[in-house]
């Protein structure tokens, strides 16, 4: 089908895209880095075509960051919130794919800028970058469908390929549109030989961290299934239905369910059935295999929001023919749609604490935000943690300090401390969780240990003597991962690291 779309909003869009990365970069640094990103930060110094948590293209943007500014956290966290307002421009664009006018690609723009989406975008990691990447194969698609422009099918290609090398998730989208496009009776679309130009496009970018993988025993598989086994239970599954309303936020619920049903239903919306045939497939094939991830059909919720602006757009535009025709123009309270955008912005603001550090880290003890928002309390006393084991470290004998070993539970744990631990002079740090485990073993091969994290039993199959020398806490008294671990000073190992490091590996 070949129409003209309407013309491009680019004002509004732009000032949602523009809201989106001020309110990102001006919270940056409110708090502190993320465990993950502590992980990142030293993964970018262990450079690979993947890791066994994720493939490279994360890690390497922050590696980027880190040769030209440093282990500055702003920037650590600039590429990110420019990839966040990208989405919101992609999201804009959409909806004028589809027909929308100003008002629906205004609309369709701030949902996605002021939605809980906002999470992804302030760190740096790559689930912001994966929804970059289902919303342009989603906008290139459209356009696909609407133009029968056949050779975009090759930036569909590259954006798939980029994708897979951020996350593997956006394969789950790949395969979901092509049976929306079957089942719409659209397959012969999957004929085109630009769509297997495309898809070799994405396989040979894919291919180095697919060698990586393995190359290391397919560690993607192992950790896979070891989430499924901590994750498992029915509560994950109770829970699912819920969090898909809070992902692009409640107060877009009916913007969002109603492009779904005009997907799925309007005539006008037929040639785009495919994508709410996805989003179904999707939201029953992950409630059935991966409950504890209902984050992975976020990247569907821009073309949705996208369609329902469309159709929003129209009603709005109803209701005001009608009320003009029976009520004095004067009196009329629904006089624009600005009613609509103001009530998005108000009820985003209300909820953006949740998203984002706004309020002082110490409020997080009093009003426990992190238990609806985890990555809210996992930026918090870090630099607290290495201080403590720094002060364990120097209540040792000297000849002791000389050949200690820092080994902590958690990549979290091991990345802030070789984050600050020179600062007071501490060695770097190991750990067997996830790919910490193949930086290791420690070093020296046998000596004094500083434990962080783990329970005393564990550590006694690997030491005769097991002492705790102090408990971590955090500053502002918040209840997270670390508050209250334990920090243990390990005598009388008995054997040597390189032949105990392998029972230390976990991945998960």
Known sequence: MRTEPPRFAWPEVAAAALLALVVLLATATRYGYHRDELYFLEASKHMAWGYVDQPPLSVALVWLSR?????????????????????????????????GKRFAQALAALAVAVSPFLIAGHLAGPTIYDFLAWSAVSLF??????????????????????????????????????VGLVLNRQAKMLRSPWVWVGLAIAGLLWTPNLVWQAHHGWPIFEMSRNLRREHSGLGFAATYPGIQILLPGWWVLPVWLGGLVALWR?????????????????????????????????????????????????????????LSRRVPRKRILWRSPSAAVVFVLVA???????????????????????KLNYNLGEQIGWPALVAEVARVDRSLPARERRS?????????EAGALD???????????????????????????????????????????TFMDV???????????????????????????????PRIWPQFRHYG
């Open 467 to 497: 002492r705790r020398a102090a408990t971590v806490h955090n500053p502002a008294g918040v209840d997270n991962d670390e508050e209250g671990q334990p920090v243990w000073v390990c005598r009388g190992q008995r054997a040597t690291w």
């Open 348 to 370: 985003a603001a209300i909820g953006l604490p949740v998203s984002l550090p706004v309020l002082p880290a110490h409020a997080l003890a009093a009003v426990p935000l992190q």
């Open 141 to 178: 698609v459209v356009r696909i469908i609407r133009t029968g422009r056949e050779r975009l099918w090759v930036a569909v290609g590259v954006v798939a390929g980029l994708g897979l090398l951020d996350k593997e998730t956006i394969a789950l989208l790949a395969v979901a549109l092509a």
């Open 266 to 322: 309007e005539e006008r919306f037929r040639p785009y059935r495919s994508f709410a045939v996805a989003y179904v497939v999707l939201f029953v094939a992950l409630l059935v295999a991966v409950p504890d991830r209902p984050y992975y059909l976020a990247g569907l919720y821009p073309i949705l929001i996208a369609a329902g602006s469309v159709v929003a757009e129209e009603v709005t535009a109803g209701v005001r023919r009608f």
């Open 404 to 412: 200690v070993v820092l080994l902590t539970s958690n990549y979290g």
């Open 419 to 461: 984050r600050f631990g020179p600062r007071y002079g501490l060695p770097q740090a190991y750990s067997g969780h996830n790919s910490y485990w193949w930086w290791g073993p420690p070093r020296p091969a046998i000596g004094t240990t500083i434990a962080v994290g783990f329970d005393r039993l564990g550590l006694t199959r």
């Open 67 to 99: 040769v030209l500014f440093g282990e500055s956290l702003f920037w650590m966290r600039v590429p990110p919130a420019l990839a966040d307002a990208a989405t919101v421009l992609l999201a804009g664009l959409i909806a004028r794919e589809l027909g």
